[in-house]
């Protein structure tokens, strides 16, 4: 079976990440389904950069989280 990833933060989408969306996790989507806020999904992929590397600091953090979402399909053409 082919592996799906979130095409907002690329996390795999395996039957506990899987949200109400086929294309997105469930933390980057709204019960109805609808993709969270480009500032909700960013604060999360933040947070993932500060625990995965400990010592940076949020600027840094901050500053990945923007590099890496211009390169998600739900978030390149914004
Ligand atoms: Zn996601």
């Keep these: ?23 997105y996790c469930k933390h980057c989507t709204k019960p109805d389904g609808s993709l969270q806020s480009r500032e ?13 590397e400990p010592g940076i600091s949020q600027e840094i953090a901050d500053k ?6 211009k390169a998600m399909p739900a978030w390149a053409e914004r």
Excluded: N, W
């Design 64 to 69: 990945r989280a923007e590099f890496y979402m």
């Design 40 to 52: 909700h999904v960013k604060a999360g992929i933040t947070q993932f950069f500060l625990m995965v």
């Design 1 to 23: 079976m082919e592996m799906k990833y979130c095409q907002s933060c690329v996390i795999p989408l395996t039957p506990d990440m899987a949200g109400p969306s086929d294309k």
